[in-house]
Nanobody, 115 residues
């Protein structure tokens, strides 16, 4: 059974930081492109960051320079370090793993940026 389990969300003040984790099970993690998506209130789901199996990364324009995605293949875990958080970063953050034709999602973790 495939599971992607996110953790690390919560309430943070503007300018603060959070680190999200996503632990995968039931897949050969090193074969998967791992990504973070988010969906804010009343918004469509958007891509935040991707990390290839070899560690190459890509970011959405709204988070470049503030967020960092990384992975530990030995721990089957992908991370999202979020710095300089803004109220517009408030969203449910989802972990995604892709290795065609497989496409798996986590249940999401809420991040709220508010004073």
């Amino acid at each position: 059974q495939v599971q992607l389990v996110e953790s690390g969300g919560g309430l943070v003040q503007p300018g603060g930081s959070l680190r999200l984790s996503c632990k995968a099970s039931g897949i050969i993690f090193g074969n998967y492109l791992m990504s973070w998506y988010r969906q804010g209130p009343g918004k469509q789901r958007e891509l935040v960051a991707t990390c290839t199996s070899s560690g190459r990364t890509n970011y959405g324009d709204s988070v470049k320079g503030r967020f960092t995605v990384s992975r530990d293949n030995a721990k089957n875990t992908v991370y999202l370090q979020m710095n300089s958080l803004k109220p517009e970063d408030t969203a449910v953050y989802y972990c995604n793993g892709k290795n065609f034709p497989n496409d798996y999602w986590g249940q999401g973790t809420q991040v709220t940026v508010s004073s």
